[in-house]
Nanobody, 121 residues
Framework: QVQLVESGGGLVEAGGSLRLTCAAS????????MYWYRQAPGKQRELVAT???????NYADSVKGRFTISRDNAKNTQYLQMDSLKPEDTGVYYC???????????????WGQGTQVTVSS
């Protein structure tokens, strides 16, 4: 079974930094694109950052210049470095990835359970 597990969330003051980690585990053949989403209470889930298998990145305008997505293919892990955090960054952050399990041989989209990020003012 393929699983994604986020870590690194927590409470931080405005202007501070957090580094989120998303580790994929299980029988994985390969991982294509990776994503970070977030969802604030009462709001729609928002795509925050994307990184392709080739390393191309894309960011939501609201986080551009403050957040950095990266990946370590050897560890099947993705990261989201969040700097200059603002209260409006508060929400549950979810990692997602397009993964081909070893058993099935077909790509599918997998999601982590989410990690809470709270930015105080």
């Amino acid at each position: 079974q393929v699983q994604l597990v986020e870590s690194g969330g927590g409470l931080v003051e405005a202007g501070g930094s957090l580094r989120l980690t998303c580790a994929a585990s299980g029988s994985i053949r390969s991982i294509n694109d990776m994503y970070w989403y977030r969802q604030a209470p009462g709001k729609q889930r928002e795509l925050v950052a994307t990184i392709t298998s080739g390393g191309t990145t894309n960011y939501a305008d609201s986080v551009k210049g403050r957040f950095t997505i990266s990946r370590d293919n050897a560890k099947n892990t993705q990261y989201l470095q969040m700097d200059s955090l603002k209260p409006e960054d508060t929400g549950v952050y979810y990692c997602s990835a397009v993964i081909r399990p070893s058993l099935s041989g077909f790509f599918g989209t997998y999601w982590g359970q989410g990690t809470q990020v709270t930015v105080s003012s």
